[in-house]
């Protein structure tokens, strides 16, 4: 049997949290100090688990499979011998992503170290990721989001590893969190309002939607018992019910895919209030 996370780890109970929610991101960063193989195994339980109610359950045959590294709808992509991923392995999986799964509704492919891909590898990819059929998940582990190209990590959500790593949340993410649990449309808007005037770049609006994202989604994962990872964490899941928790969850990943595209900040600021107003 291969390492599996811990389940009474921040990181399980978050992944717990988020496929109960069924909001499981399909482009995860895992990074961070320490066993990111184990996680990305948990994380790939947690997709192709077959139980009604935990997922992973770490019991049922998908589970089990994945366990023991034999599901063939997941695959770790490294390569043990050499530094770097031959093109062969890349093409190979090129074609491989196509093909539909064997056994359960999702295809996973963990890379095992994205220090083993280079700049090629990754932007092909990138193509893969945005493009690929709606079954595929990638998975990408590695110590430091440096080793992937912005691209890639704008189109991943990023989950850490060890939570104290995750606590250095900027001031402004801080200021949207505080404004969210208020739970009032009016501090939403004004912290909005105001940060549009200062005419942000998309990556930056991308950027505090994401860290935003992950603090909501540890927030759900605190009310689903597990401890909250920060006192951002703690201060909305004590504000905000399930339901809105899980709607903002939704909304603030929503908005920081969109900012792939070519649309404006003050756009998709725009539509984080409307949505927000829905929500309350
Ligand atoms: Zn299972």
């Known amino acids: 049997m291969a390492q ?12 717990c949290a988020l496929s109960r929610q069924r909001v499981l991101p399909h482009a995860v960063i895992l990074s961070g100090a320490g066993d990111r193989l184990s996680a990305a195994r948990f994380l790939a339980a947690a997709m192709v688990c077959r139980d009604e109610r935990e997922r992973p359950c770490l019991a049922c045959g998908p589970c089990r499979k994945v366990a023991q590294e034999i599901h063939p709808d997941v695959h770790i992509v490294q390569d043990t011998e050499r530094r770097e991923l031959s093109v062969d392995s890349v ?21 095992a170290d ?13 193509k893969i990721v945005e493009e690929g059929p709606p079954y595929a998940a990638f998975i990408f582990c590695t110590e430091s989001t440096a080793t992937l190209l912005p691209t890639i990590r704008s189109r991943c959500v990023e989950l850490k590893l060890r939570q104290e790593d995750a606590q250095q949340e900027s001031e ?81 990943k929503k908005y920081s895919m969109e900012c792939n595209y070519n649309v404006g ?11 927000w107003e829905e929500i309350l």
């Open 4 to 15: 599996m996370l811990a389940k009474d780890s921040d990181l399980a109970r978050q992944i």
């Open 91 to 111: 093409r190979e999986l090129r074609k491989d992503v196509y093909i539909y799964p064997n056994e359960g509704e999702q295809k996973v492919y963990i890379f």
């Open 265 to 275: 900040a003050g756009h998709i600021l725009g539509a984080v209030c409307a949505e």
């Open 114 to 126: 994205c220090q083993q891909l280079n700049e090629r590898d990754q932007n092909v990819l990138l």
């Open 172 to 252: 402004q993410v801080a200021a949207l969190c505080k404004a969210l649990a208020g739970a009032e449309l009016l501090p939403v808007a004004s912290f909005l309002v105001a940060l549009e005037n200062q005419k942000p770049k998309r990556e930056q609006v991308q950027q505090l939607l994401q860290d935003t994202w992950r603090i909501a989604a540890q927030a759900l994962a605190a009310q689903c018992g597990g401890a909250a990872a920060s006192a951002s964490a703690e201060h909305l899941s004590r504000s905000l019910n399930r339901r809105q928790l899980q709607r903002l969850t939704e909304l603030l």
